[in-house]
């Protein structure tokens, strides 16, 4: 059981991030654009994306990523919780996708529903992280994959591969950024059942 002091914490580093998206929505194509592409790219070429996937973007900000695979994949769910980027990510993509108000910690979603979900530099430590990597397992089908970036600032690898480890995913790939990128970049896969 986790302490009070864990809950307050996380509350309240919660609500900073929040309110920090919230006031930068409008900004924050122009201010992260290039940078994320770059990652998504990366990633594009790594996995195979098909018209059959069922994919789910978690911290999907403004919609960059979701904008990116509209017409790659089957369908792909938004899921976000500052308010106003999901209202960006709506106007980049009309009614085209479901976009949802929740925590990646508590995701609204039955078990084993996408094919692969996607998190780009959204998990920033190992309090919210180790839970987040479980919710992304529960979520995604046997078989189905996992893709995250996580800032280099944040934590170290070895950190990051037992989290991992932690949330039962396998790494298929792992750090696929150079050392010029300010992420880490992995490939997990859930085993099959």
Request: with cysteine.
């Amino acid at each position: 059981m986790r302490s009070k002091k864990y809950f307050k914490f996380s509350i309240k580093r919660k609500l900073e991030i929040i309110n920090k998206y919230n006031n930068e929505a409008k900004v924050y194509d122009k201010l992260h654009f290039e940078e994320q592409l770059n990652k998504y790219l990366l990633m594009e070429k790594m996995l195979h994306l098909s018209e059959k996937d069922v994919c789910l973007d978690c911290g999907c900000g403004t919609g960059l990523l979701i904008s990116r695979l509209l017409n790659k994949v089957r369908r792909i769910v938004g899921v976000d919780f500052s308010l106003e980027m999901l209202k960006k990510a709506k106007e980049k993509c009309k009614n085209k996708v479901m976009l949802v108000l929740a925590d990646i910690n508590f995701l609204p979603f039955i078990n084993n529903v996408f094919t692969k979900v996607f998190s780009f530099t959204v998990i920033e430590g190992e309090i919210n992280g180790v839970k987040a990597l479980k919710e992304f397992y529960r979520v995604v089908k046997p078989n189905g994959l996992g893709v995250i970036s996580i800032l280099k600032e944040a934590l170290t690898i070895d950190v990051l591969k037992s989290m991992i480890k932690k949330s039962k995913f396998k790494i298929i790939n792992e750090n696929l950024t150079d050392s010029s990128s300010k992420d880490y970049l992995f490939i997990l896969k859930k085993q099959g059942g």
